[in-house]
């Protein structure tokens, strides 16, 4: 069964003070990965597509990488504006006439000034 | 282009009750899609569509209508509430380049 797990559930942060979030998955032939991010009371905006193993997207402070089993996504000195739940989802290969997505259950980023 | 709207962006229903949650998107996309987030559980699909006329049923499709006359418009219906279904929904659309766009989302209160 395709699956999509991020951690952790919650981080906090000092503002500056770097880190990951992590999202793990498993699918029936990878098609594409993406990051979310979700302001409280808001739908969903989307940040980056990850097609293959080794490619990485940056956009500010926030950088995304992508293995065969997992994605990271680097969040460079931030800040308070940074605070959001970021929503990881992929699509298989199998979806592709459909661009059906499975999504991960989100990690609330919270960074103190 | 306003994107995707969804409305109403709140609403309390009675158990029993039921009501049509709109959203409409401007980008000529083809396929739309209805999730709800539950705390910690996510998004989940509901329904999907890959057209006009095209409908499928997502992971968690019963107690919800929907139907896809035009490529705008994707209405969710609830028909006879309950209080499992309250959630915020999201409607969201999509085109060839595969990444889905959502609307603001709808809060649904069922008491």
């Known amino acids: 069964e395709d699956q999509v797990t991020q951690s952790p559930e919650a981080l906090r942060l000092q503002e500056g003070e770097s880190s990951s979030l992590n999202c793990s998955y498993t699918?029936?032939?990878?098609?594409?990965l993406f990051w979310y991010r979700q302001d409280p009371g808001k739908g969903p905006e989307f940040l980056f597509t990850l097609y293959s193993a080794g490619e990485e997207k940056e956009k500010e402070r926030l950088k995304a990488t992508l293995t065969k089993k997992e994605s990271f996504l680097h969040i460079t000195a931030p800040k308070p504006e940074d605070s959001a739940t970021y929503l990881c989802a992929v699509q298989a290969v199998g979806s592709s006439n459909t661009g059906k997505l499975i999504f991960g259950q989100g990690t609330t980023l919270q960074v103190k000034p | 282009n306003a994107g995707v709207t969804q409305t109403p962006k709140f609403r309390i229903l009675k158990i029993g009750q039921s009501m049509t949650l709109q959203c409409t998107q401007d980008m000529n996309h083809n396929y739309m899609y209805w999730y709800r987030q539950d705390p910690g559980m996510g998004l989940k699909l509901i329904y999907y569509?890959?057209?006009?006329?095209?409908?499928d049923k997502g992971e968690v499709p019963n107690g919800y209508n929907v139907s896809r006359s035009t490529t705008e418009d994707f209405p969710l219906r609830l028909e006879l509430a309950a209080p499992s279904q309250t959630s915020v929904y999201f409607c969201?659309?999509?085109?060839?380049?595969?990444?889905?766009?959502f609307g603001p989302g709808t809060r649904l209160l069922v008491l």
């Open positions: 699918v029936s032939g990878l098609r594409g």
């Open positions: 569509s890959v057209g006009a006329g095209i409908t």
């Open positions: 969201a659309s999509g085109g060839s380049s595969e990444t889905q766009y």
